[in-house]
């Protein structure tokens, strides 16, 4: 044994057990881990296999001497048994751990030892009889930095008890009488809302939205009054249903800081981060806006008509904080809404799923309330069947799978088995609903089962928790539940054309996943949904990848954000030009937004962005191209010389050259001659690699735009993840645009002269009064990059990198370099080329076409936004998704192409499909510059093929450089003057 382990054990000697070994020897292990990692120090530490076993040996004896413990799993030291549940949802490994130990079992997972209780007797045993020693919540640092130790569901103490007798008389059944107008009010608008969505000839309806809407709006006519109410599918609602779920989810996390205190110094960065994402915050700033909107306007003065206003002169008086009132508010929201609405939503998929059952269910209401009139709660009593249903949703689908921890204030013998004092209890609600000791067929959904059965009557109920703290709101919810369900069930025949199954999505409650056919998709985290999985592959290969798993509509998840992928070129048709209307938007950035205030061409939307384009779109038309021809022809002479000044010194390296050209190029689409870039400029290198940085950094998700609730403190980690490289590029670049158009308004004031090009063509509009300077500054800058790089936008994906990948593809494939050099010869003869040449030059055209096909530079296009319901290939995209266009996957499908991987022009002879095109976008948002990008690509690649030779002594290969659009690795060339 080593050494240093053994004077641990010497130094603790007969007290061993008091001084909790465990938690000691742990840490000194830690410990030494960190005294390791921060100095490189192996030589004065040995630690092993032998050392590990003594110490979990000795543990058990010593620290658990004369106790019989719970079974469960194996635990190793410092660990425990994390690795046995490691990427497994919790109420799953509670199933699993049940069916394997029995009702009483536990789990050590770091310093913490949690004591699963399953079945109902014994949970009555432990929660009713014994209620005193396990009343308390388990303590949770994360939440209780967030609410102070204020609210309602993790309070404890005089406090919690003091709230919880105020919080109890509104949350009664008494109380619901007195509303009872006021619930079927809402319950009425919940009616009417789904019969308006039905009669527009939908082909379903997602009943989520307006369930979750109407029990928010009756919980906040209790706290709020009649003032406070949010709109059926409107913005706020989705935001506030987003503040739920995002909390809920949060709930069924394990942070490891909760687990494993003692390596927080090893990752502080990490547990911070994990603090300013938590969903609480921006809950409790939602909650908090809306008690000082009624703070404002109620003073104290008058009689309270709400639990608000009864706080609010709690706090006049002194004997209450607004913090306090803000984090009641969301305990209450939280505990009075989203059990009640996925409990409802649960009967209504049951019943989809059971024609018979809600048949059954239609015929007892119908015979005892008749057709005329709607139920009410004094009817309650007379509709058995009906809360029988009730009653076996919550037992069936187990709402809190495993309640809210609490913690045992002393030590407690249970059946046998010793819970100790500290012990972290869980209710193992999930596994008792479902578990064959309790019920014959636990899987079946089976409403009977309640009929005739005092037994069974009120087993449902520890769903709400049972002695102390017993849910005040519990008589509240079910006359609520009865309410919803009764009315919706007499108004309406639910029915589904395939089962909708018993799929959830776990957190502190289970919430049933979308009825209708949402795309298939990856596991999402709770949070984070996918947003790590960027981390471990380039987004393009990821989508590739999942493209091929799933088929081409598939979904993933970025924080708050739902994210569709569209694959293959019908499926994009389909969305972008025959439901154009659903999606022109482009998904607002509040990273870019928040640079250029919705300004600009790529990203704005609305009025201003068709103003935008009809602007540029008559500017750079065929006419303004062919006008433009000698220019265009004039800089891709001087990139020849260059390259040949160049070649003299050996290998060339051409992306420099190829960029400024292009730079150069849209310069005097937008600035006529007075702005030009030197091909070894300094100037040039800098903006160019401005270009570059912004495109490199603009490809990767955000954080602060998907998690938006948490944007000023994430700096530090969006480093690592490109953010402030985005931020700085874009500003840089827009810098230098502003000095442009600057000097140019010293000399144009918009009457002397015709404007000569698009930069004076919007300074005419600006001394109008249309555009704003600053409007103008973003649109050049915009303009700039999708006319450069490729493309920002579904607008111009190519010019450079287009120009560069086709270079080296006939560096790697000479024959096809000889064939169309072969072409130009003998179309052209000694001149070269004009865009007159382009139609009869086939397959220099097939060699730009099958470059845009096979290098896909813009891989993912720029994300736009559904803004209503829309179902493509079967699927339904909602409202708010983000819609990303799968241009890369698209572009490598077998199933669209031959040999996708290879690169082959000849697959474009005689061959009219205009496929290669999607890299220019579709529908409302095509690329303007489409024709201008066309004509300049032609005009580059075939004066480049006709004057000279290109080849490498090595093959230069199809690696890339990701961003919003993909860059070839840099490479050097041979180039030889033909």
Partial sequence: MDPSLFNIFKLFGKNLYLCKLHVDVNMFVANNIISIINNDDWKHFSFNNNNWFTLQYMEKKLFTKGINEPPGPFRWPIIGSFLTI????????????????????????????????????????????????????????????????????????????????????????????????EVYSEIDLLCQSLKEDSSKGQLSIEPHKYIKSCTVNIIFRLIFGKGVRLDYGGNETSELSGLIRNVVASG??????????????????VSQFLDDVSPFKPFHTYAMQLVRERLQVYDGSTEPTNLLEEYIVK???????????GFIVVDMVLAGTDSSANTILFVISSLCDNPDIQDQLYNELIQVIGRDRL????????????????????????????????????????????????????????????STKEWDNPKLFNPSRFINNELSTNKNKIVFGCGPRVCPGMAFAESEIFMIIATLFKSFKFKSDKPIGDDSVYGITLTPISYQNEPPGP???PIFGNFLMMVRKPPHLLAQDLYFKYGPVFKMQFGDYNTIFLTEYDVIKEAFVDNAGAFASRFPRPSRQKENKGLGIVTSNGEYSKNVRSVIGSFVSNTTIKKMENNISSEIGCLCDA??????????????????????????????????????GQETNEVVGLIHEFFRAAGYPLLQDYFPSIPSKLDGIHSKIKAKLFLKSYKELNGYIEKVIRKRMETFDGKSTEPTDLLEETLVRHYRGEFQLESIVYMMTDLILTGTDTSVCKKQKTSANTILFTISALCDDPLIQKICCKELDGVLGDRLPTLADKSNLPYANAIIKESLRRFSVAPLGVPHIATEDTEIRGYTIRKGDQIIQNLYATGLSPKEWNNPEVFDPSRFLNNDSNKYKTVFGCGPRVCLGMSLAESELFLITTTLIKTFKFSSDKPIGTNTIFGVTLSPVPYQVIIDTR
């Avoid at 069924?252 to 960065?269: C, E, M, S, T, V």
């Avoid at 706090?315 to 009132?325: T, V």
């Avoid at 249903?389 to 046998?416: M, Q, Y």
Wanted: glycine letters at 8%; a positive charge.
């Fill in 86 to 181: 490691r990427g497994k949802l919790r109420h799953h490994v509670a199933m699993e751990m049940y069916q394997k130990y029995g009702p009483i079992f536990k789990l050590q997972i770091g310093e913490r030892n949690t004591v699963y209780l399953a079945e109902h007797d014994i949970i009555k045993e432990v929660f009713v009889e014994k209620g005193h020693i396990v009343e308390q919540r388990f303590p949770n640092p994360r939440i209780e930095s967030v609410n102070k130790g204020f609210g309602l569901i993790m309070g404890n103490g005089e406090y919690h008890k003091k709230v919880r007798g105020e919080i109890s008389t509104f949350f009664t059944a008494t109380k619901f009488k007195r509303m009872e107008n």
């Fill in 252 to 269: 069924g996390l394990r942070y490891y800081q909760d687990y494993f205190p003692y390596i927080i110094p090893i990752a502080k960065r």
């Fill in 315 to 325: 706090y006049k008086k002194g004997e209450i904080e607004l913090d306090a009132i």
């Fill in 375 to 434: 139920p009410n709660i004094n009817d309650k009593p007379n509709l058995p069947y009906t809360n029988a249903v009730i009653k076996e949703t919550l037992r069936r689908f187990s709402l809190f799978p495993l309640g809210i921890a609490h913690i045992a204030t002393e030590d407690v013998n249970i059946r046998g088995y010793t819970i100790r004092k500290g012990d972290e209890v869980i209710q193992n609600q999930y596994s008792t609903g479902l």
């Fill in 523 to 525: 596991f999402k985290w």
């Fill in 643 to 680: 390259l040949k000044e160049e070649a003299k010194n050996g290998l060339v390296a051409p992306h420099q050259f190829i960029k400024t050209c292009a730079l150069n190029i849209i310069l005097r689409v937008l600035f006529g001659d007075s702005l030009h870039c030197n091909y070894n």
